[in-house]
C-alpha cells in the first residue's frame, strides 16, 4: 500500500468562495498537509503559481477576472518560464459532459464535482500523485494525455496519426541559456 | 520540488502531435508501507470537516442572502451582464456547497436556476415568477426549516422546480439545438 506524504507537498487553491477555500484548507491539513496557499481570484492565482510553484493546483471553475478554465489555459503554456506541467484538479459545481470535455480540452488533469469529499479530494489527489499522464503536444493542445484507457475495440477516427518520425531531446535549461548568450 | 530539470524531459515526436515524458517529480512523497502502518486520512479529514458543521448554517445563510441581493438589484435595475453574472455565480455557489453544508435539496433547486440563467434566450423574458419560486424555496429551505430535507417536502419542491424550469426551457430552446441536448444531457461528472 501506498501512502502519501502531504507535508512534502504544496498546494495552492484557487477559489472566491472563502467557505470553500476554508472547507479545502481544512481538508488538505487533515490530510497532513502543511504548504497551502490560497487565491481568491484567477489573476492572484497566476501570480502565485509563478511565486510558490505548487506541486498540485486546485481550481475552482467560476471565478472573478479569470476564471479556472482560463487559469488552466495559462498554466499550460509549452513555452512559459514557469512550471507548465504540474497537475490541475477542477473543483466545481459544473458537472455537464460539455464542461468536463471543455476543462478536459483545457489541460485539466482531474475534475472534481461538488458537492466536495474527503474521499472524492483525496483519489484525484492520489490519481495525479501515483499515476502522472504524459503529457501531448499538438497544434492545438498541451497538456496531459486525453486518453486514460487503450480500448483494442476502438473503431472511430483517430485524432492523432503519423509514424513516429523521430524523437527529439528538449536541450536542458542551461543549454538554453549558453546558447543565448 | 514539482518540477524536473529539463534535461529529464523526453520528447517523442510524431507528424501530428509529440509526447512528453518525464520522471514523475511527485514520486518522492509517495511510500510503500504495511497495511497494518497505514492511516486514515481520509478518516481524519472527515472528522475535521464534521468539526466545521457548527458554521455551516451561518456559511450558509451568508451564501443566500448574496444569492437573494443580486436578484433584487435585477428586480430594481434589470439584467446587465455583470448582475446576470453575479446572479448566476451566486447560485451557482449555492448550487456546490448546500449539499456539503447540510441542504441538498437547495443545492438541486440552484442547479435549475443556475439552468435557467444559462439556457434562456433572453432573460427579460423568463417569468420572474421562475426566479422568485426557485430563490424563495432556496429561502424557505434554510430558514424556515432545516429538518424539511428529512420528510421530503423540499426534496419534492426541488423535483416539481426542476420539472417546471425544464419544461420552459424545453419550450425557449425548441429552435435552439445546440441548447436542448444540453439540457437534456446527464451529468456525467464522478461523485466520488
Not at chain 2, 455551516?56 to 448574496?66: A, C, P, S
Not at chain 2, 446572479?87 to 441542504?103: E, N
Request: with cysteine; aromatic share 6%.
Amino acid at each position: 500500500m501506498f501512502r502519501i506524504d502531504f507535508n512534502k507537498l504544496r498546494f495552492l487553491i484557487c477559489d472566491d468562495n472563502p467557505h470553500m477555500r476554508r472547507i479545502l484548507r481544512t481538508l488538505l491539513h487533515s490530510f497532513g498537509a502543511r504548504e497551502v496557499y490560497e487565491a481568491e481570484d484567477g489573476a492572484t492565482a497566476l501570480e502565485m503559481y509563478s511565486h510558490y510553484v505548487p506541486d498540485i493546483v486546485i481550481a475552482d471553475w467560476a471565478m472573478p477576472i479569470f476564471d479556472g478554465l482560463e487559469l488552466a489555459q495559462m498554466i499550460r503554456q509549452p513555452e512559459s518560464k514557469g512550471n507548465p506541467y504540474a497537475p490541475i484538479i477542477m473543483l466545481t459545481g459544473h458537472s455537464e459532459k460539455r464542461r468536463v470535455t471543455v476543462a478536459r480540452d483545457a489541460g485539466v488533469t482531474e475534475f472534481l464535482a461538488k458537492p466536495i469529499s474527503a474521499k472524492g479530494l483525496y483519489q484525484r489527489i492520489l490519481n495525479v500523485v501515483a499515476s502522472p499522464r504524459p503529457f501531448i503536444k499538438t497544434k492545438t493542445y498541451f497538456g496531459p494525455d486525453r486518453r486514460r484507457n487503450t480500448i483494442s475495440a476502438y473503431m472511430g477516427p483517430e485524432r492523432r496519426v503519423g509514424e513516429k518520425h523521430e524523437v527529439l531531446q528538449q536541450p536542458s535549461l542551461l543549454d538554453k541559456a549558453r546558447s543565448s548568450i | 520540488m514539482a518540477k524536473n530539470s529539463a534535461r529529464d524531459i523526453k520528447v517523442t515526436a510524431f507528424a501530428t502531435h509529440q509526447i512528453i515524458t518525464q520522471p514523475n517529480p511527485l514520486r518522492t512523497v509517495l511510500r510503500r508501507v504495511e497495511e497494518k502502518d497505514m492511516d486514515d486520512p481520509v478518516g481524519r479529514a472527515e472528522q475535521a470537516l464534521a468539526g466545521l458543521a457548527s458554521e455551516f448554517k451561518d456559511w450558509m445563510v451568508t451564501e443566500i442572502n448574496r444569492l437573494s441581493a443580486a436578484y433584487v438589484a435585477i428586480r430594481h435595475d434589470g439584467f446587465t451582464k455583470d448582475r446576470r453574472d453575479e446572479l448566476f455565480r451566486a447560485a451557482h455557489d449555492v448550487k456546490g456547497d448546500a449539499a456539503t453544508f447540510g441542504y441538498p435539496a437547495a443545492a438541486g433547486i440552484a442547479e435549475s436556476l443556475c439552468r435557467v440563467i444559462e439556457h434562456a434566450p433572453d432573460l427579460e423574458k423568463v417569468p420572474a415568477e421562475l426566479f422568485t419560486h426557485h430563490i424563495n424555496a432556496i429561502l424557505a429551505i434554510v430558514h424556515e426549516n432545516t429538518k424539511l430535507d428529512h420528510i421530503s417536502v423540499s426534496a419534492e419542491l426541488s423535483r416539481r422546480l426542476r420539472k417546471v424550469a425544464d419544461d420552459y426551457l424545453a419550450q425557449v430552446n425548441r429552435d435552439r439545438p445546440e441548447h436542448l441536448e444540453v439540457i437534456l444531457a446527464p451529468s456525467i461528472a464522478p461523485a466520488e
